[in-house]
């Protein structure tokens, strides 16, 4: 969202964006299939195609839990992340093909319903070896529909953002229950060990990124001490212009954002998906959020009309070259007068 919001989502970014996505996936499944039948001829189309669209899904899925921590890491990984709604419904429909054809290849056939014939045709829970995996990866895909399904504005704004935050959270919960389907399906199918260490190699890269991530979001949560109602952020000269500099105030992440010769301080969570605000940029006036490009005014936390989302504001007073921000923050959308870089207070 910003001043220049289309209902419709599809820009021109974005559409570029889909076919490129498209694109990949199909000239993938066609490699995937062509190499397939080089290497097993005998093998079927059929399963040629539930493999493909398998692997597909679960390598986009590996993907898009990665795009998350490599932007918080690199700045450059953010395009991509303005745009991980496409790829993860791409993702669903890939895995939603895999599921539908495998039932319907494994169990479309007998005499019981085929969902039921999923969930009892393999009791073998006491082996690890040939436990069945074909009830987890039905599970996951549960999950996987319902986070596709509410993936749109209108179900964040219909369930609040905490419940769909918690919901599209479970996408880690449909992982390990992918990983799991996808290793105890390769114990139970192939005798060589390379896919097993694929897979595995795969949850060490996604645990890997995340634990960098968190390590370098350690920081930012050291509270600062605060001085009676004030607490000593930074030096004026270390937040970049027309960027922010984050800091814990108060048990919360406040942006503190340097511009046109003034300093504002607000919310760093942005009201559409909790993004981090402060590392954002200040474009044409406004506060843009790095995920989606939703856009608030600096000195006041409020959406420019006709949108309605506001975050808290925080004063600001900028003495002897030092920031000092409001221990305590004033309601969303509170116009607060900016400090002004020459050492005058806000208010």
């Not at 490699?31 to 189309?45: C, E, M, Q, R, Y």
């Not at 996987?144 to 179900?155: I, V």
């Not at 890269?205 to 370098?216: E, K, P």
């Not at 607000?266 to 959020?289: K, M, W, Y």
Request: glycine residues 10%.
């Amino acid at each position: 969202m910003s001043v220049g919001y289309q209902a419709v989502g599809w820009n021109r970014q974005k559409k570029v964006y889909d076919r490129a996505l498209l694109g990949t996936v199909v000239a993938y499944l066609a490699l995937f299939i062509g190499f397939g039948f080089a290497v097993h001829p005998d093998a079927t189309f059929e399963t040629m195609l539930i493999r493909a669209v398998g692997t597909a899904a679960f390598l986009l899925l590996h993907v898009i839990l990665s795009i998350g921590p490599l932007a918080r890491l690199d700045r450059r990984f953010l395009p991509l992340l303005y745009n991980r709604r496409h790829m993860g419904v791409t993702m669903f429909a890939l895995a939603f093909l895999h599921g539908g054809f495998s039932t319907f290849h494994f169990h479309g056939f007998g005499d019981l319903n085929p969902l039921v014939s999923v969930l009892v045709s393999n009791p073998r829970f006491d082996s690890f070896a040939w436990f069945p995996f074909q009830p987890l990866g039905l599970a996951a895909l549960v999950i996987l529909f319902l986070m596709a399904a509410t993936s749109h504005d209108f179900w964040l704004a219909n369930l609040s953002a905490p419940v769909w935050k918690a919901l599209h959270m479970l996408v880690y919960v449909a992982y390990a229950l992918i990983a799991m389907h996808v290793a105890l399906g390769v114990l139970q199918a192939e005798t060589s060990p390379v896919l097993a260490w694929l897979v595995g190699l795969g949850i060490v890269w996604v645990l890997g990124l995340h634990a960098l991530a968190g390590v370098r979001e350690t920081g930012l949560d050291e509270e600062l001490p605060a001085s009676g109602e004030w607490v000593d952020v930074c030096a004026l000269e270390e937040i970049p212009e027309k960027r922010a500099v984050i800091a814990t105030v108060a048990g919360d992440r406040v942006a503190v954002f340097r511009y046109d010769g003034k300093v504002s301080a607000l919310s760093n969570a942005c009201q559409h998906q909790n993004g981090p605000l402060g590392e954002g940029r200040v474009i044409d006036g406004f506060v843009t959020c790095p995920w989606h490009g939703y856009q608030y005014k600096p000195d006041c936390g409020a959406s420019p009309e006709p949108f309605t989302e506001r975050v808290p504001t925080f004063p600001v007073k900028v003495e002897d070259g030092r920031v000092f921000v409001a221990a305590i923050p004033k309601p969303a959308g509170t116009p607060i007068e900016p400090a002004v870089t020459g050492g005058g207070a806000g208010g």
